[in-house]
């Protein structure tokens, strides 16, 4: 691609004309983390702290994310979501907890955005309900590891 889809000729900002485009199915994976001291994350997956279960808030929190992105990324078009699944679990490395989102629609646009702002506030969500156990956490590697669909076509990140 060899300029921006969401700058006109002018320069200029703009939500990008789907409209002529055709409806294809859409999936989009994304993935972050939060790194915490090992005391923190005994709390979190003990499920007893004193906001109640912090996994299933963050998982709530990202699926809401998730159908509200078009009020947050201003050009982002609303979309149909046929399903968004939020997973908060414990990194392989024992150093925190991860989140996937996994959103699907049918329709001309794809559903990026709405995996990586469901992670981004599961992540937030997290912090929030752990902060003041350990306000030195570390929220990182939010990023984008499939999608399907769309013109683009398939994208997998190398070693998912």
């Given at each position: 691609?060899s300029?921006?889809?969401?700058?006109?000729?002018?320069?200029?900002?703009?939500?990008?004309?789907?409209?002529?485009k055709?409806?294809?199915?859409?999936?989009?994976?994304?993935?972050?983390?939060?790194?915490?001291?090992?005391?923190?994350?005994?709390?979190?997956?003990?499920?007893?702290?004193?906001?109640?279960?912090?996994?299933?808030?963050?998982?709530?929190?990202?699926?809401?994310?998730?159908?509200?992105?078009?009020?947050?990324?201003?050009?982002?078009?609303?979309?149909?979501?046929?399903?968004?699944?939020?997973?908060?679990?414990?990194?392989?490395?024992?150093?925190g907890?991860?989140?996937?989102?996994?959103?699907?629609?049918?329709?001309?646009?794809?559903?990026?955005?709405?995996?990586?702002?469901?992670?981004?506030?599961?992540?937030l969500?997290?912090?929030?309900?752990?902060?003041?156990?350990?306000?030195?956490?570390?929220?990182?590697?939010?990023?984008?590891?499939?999608?399907?669909?769309?013109?683009s076509?398939?994208?997998?990140?190398?070693g998912?």
């Amino acid at each position: 691609m060899s300029r921006l889809t969401h700058i006109d000729e002018a320069g200029r900002a703009r939500m990008v004309d789907v409209s002529q485009k055709p409806e294809t199915a859409r999936e989009a994976v994304a993935t972050g983390r939060i790194r915490m001291k090992p005391e923190t994350l005994a709390l979190a997956l003990g499920g007893g702290g004193k906001k109640g279960d912090v996994r299933a808030v963050a998982e709530i929190a990202g699926v809401m994310a998730a159908k509200k992105t078009a009020e947050l990324i201003p050009l982002c078009h609303p979309l149909n979501l046929s399903k968004i699944a939020v997973e908060v679990s414990e990194t392989p490395d024992g150093s925190g907890l991860s989140v996937t989102a996994r959103v699907k629609t049918t329709g001309p646009t794809g559903v990026e955005m709405e995996a990586l702002t469901a992670v981004s506030v599961a992540l937030l969500t997290l912090y929030d309900m752990l902060k003041a156990a350990d306000k030195a956490m570390t929220i990182d590697a939010v990023r984008l590891e499939a999608k399907s669909g769309g013109a683009s076509g398939e994208f997998r990140r190398e070693g998912v």
